[in-house]
């Protein structure tokens, strides 16, 4: 049985920092991702890492302030927030999927999700 479980969500001053972790159980994927859901708003792509190599793909507004990465020892996705601002505030989603020959920027490219983690952002 696949899960997805996501830890590392909490509240952070604006330029601050934050470390999301997702942890796989049940079999490995070829590309694992981070969506983010403001209140309000559609669910939306932050990043992804291909499993295979490592190659990372992220959102303009995230570039040089996040960073995805894994551990495969621990079947673990991590991402990394720096320079936080209040528009990062969200639910952060994991997501994994087969599809490892995208860029994984898109919703339908994932095939399991966890169930969230709130990052809140104050300014």
């Known amino acids: 049985q696949v899960q997805l479980v996501e830890s590392g969500g909490g509240l952070a001053q604006a330029g601050g920092s934050l470390r999301l972790s997702c942890a796989v159980s049940?079999?490995?994927?070829?590309?694992m991702g981070w969506f983010r859901q403001a209140p309000g708003k559609e669910r939306e792509f932050v990043a992804s890492?291909?499993?295979?190599?490592?190659?990372?793909y992220y959102v303009d507004s995230v570039k040089g302030r996040f960073a995805i990465s894994r551990d495969n020892a621990k079947n673990t996705v991590y991402l990394r927030m720096n320079s936080l601002k209040p528009e990062d505030t969200a639910v952060y989603y994991c997501?994994?999927?087969?599809?490892?020959?995208?860029?994984?920027?898109?919703?339908?490219?994932?095939?399991?999700w966890g169930q969230g983690t709130q990052v809140t952002v104050s300014s």
């Open positions: 997501a994994a999927g087969d599809r490892g020959y995208t860029l994984g920027n898109r919703r339908s490219q994932y095939d399991y």
């Open positions: 890492i291909r499993w295979s190599d490592g190659r990372p």
């Open positions: 049940g079999r490995t994927f070829s590309i």
